[in-house]
């Protein structure tokens, strides 16, 4: 299936937003690949073994013009838990789900730049928590690596056509914010917006990225987050 674009945790409240963005106003042919929903593909980000779906679908992408040109990975999960929450098993789920898939799949993407060389712009949604930190100290690092891993491509892949950077969003209201319970009302506070995110403010961010922001905009972090963080 060709397409124009690619968004990785498509069902998600903000890949979804970012979906509806790239049809709706830009009139994109997407791609949607997440672990269910209304999806082209289903594949399970916590499940990296050699003969799972998500081995599989990167094995479908190797090779010349197979990705797309505009590039979106939104694919994360947030439990909310101090690090003494954390089991083994949860700790490696949200590490394999929120970063070692996305540096799996960043070696599919370049492999592609080296072979076919054309123009692809990626954008990776991150995390304040990753400058901030934040209760979650696992989901926090999961989402710095993600920081780190787009620098090294802009830095490393620009010569061969690939434009990489990252929005990183406060708190949004999305399905995943539920977590955040009675602090809600805090970060509201702190927030000097006096709010959440909406998701379609992020996903503009995202496609503003893709579509229309100069090539000097090069491994930098876009923060959409109400004045949160100020760097």
């Given at each position: 299936?060709?397409a ?5 945790g498509?069902?998600g409240?903000?890949g979804g937003?970012?979906v509806d963005?790239l049809?709706?106003d830009r009139g994109?042919?997407?791609?949607t ?5 209304e999806?082209?593909?289903a ?13 599989r ?47 799996r ?5 370049a ?10 712009r ?6 304040q ?13 999961s ?9 090294s491509?802009?830095?490393?892949h620009?010569?061969l056509g ?9 708190p949004t209201?999305?399905?995943m914010?539920?977590v ?6 805090h ?9 959440f995110?909406?998701?379609a ?8 990225l ?5 090539d000097a905009?090069?491994g930098?972090v876009?923060?959409v ?5 100020r760097?």
């Amino acid at each position: 299936m060709s397409a124009d674009a690619l968004v990785v945790g498509a069902a998600g409240g903000i890949g979804g937003a970012v979906v509806d963005m790239l049809r709706d106003d830009r009139g994109a042919t997407v791609r949607t690949v997440d672990r269910a929903g209304e999806v082209d593909v289903a594949v399970d980000l916590s499940d990296l073994s050699h003969d799972s779906a998500y081995s599989r679908w990167l094995a479908s992408l190797e090779g010349p013009h197979v990705i797309p040109p505009l590039v979106v990975w939104t694919a994360a999960v947030y439990d909310r838990r101090p690090p003494e929450g954390y089991d083994d098993a949860r700790l490696q789920h949200v590490i394999d789900v929120n970063l070692t898939s996305f540096l799996r799949f960043a070696a599919v993407l370049a492999r592609a730049q080296l072979v076919d060389g054309i123009a692809r712009r990626l954008v990776v949604v991150g995390s304040q928590a990753a400058v901030a930190g934040g209760t979650d100290a696992v989901y926090a690092a999961s989402k710095a690596g993600l920081v780190a891993a787009v620098k090294s491509l802009a830095r490393e892949h620009r010569s061969l056509g690939l434009v990489a950077n990252v929005v990183s969003p406060g708190p949004t209201d999305t399905p995943m914010a539920a977590v955040m319970g009675d602090r809600r009302e805090h970060y509201e506070d702190t927030i000097p917006l006096g709010r959440f995110n909406d998701a379609a403010e992020v996903a503009a961010a995202v496609v503003w990225l893709l579509c229309s922001a100069p090539d000097a905009i090069l491994g930098t972090v876009v923060d959409v987050d109400g004045g949160l963080v100020r760097r």
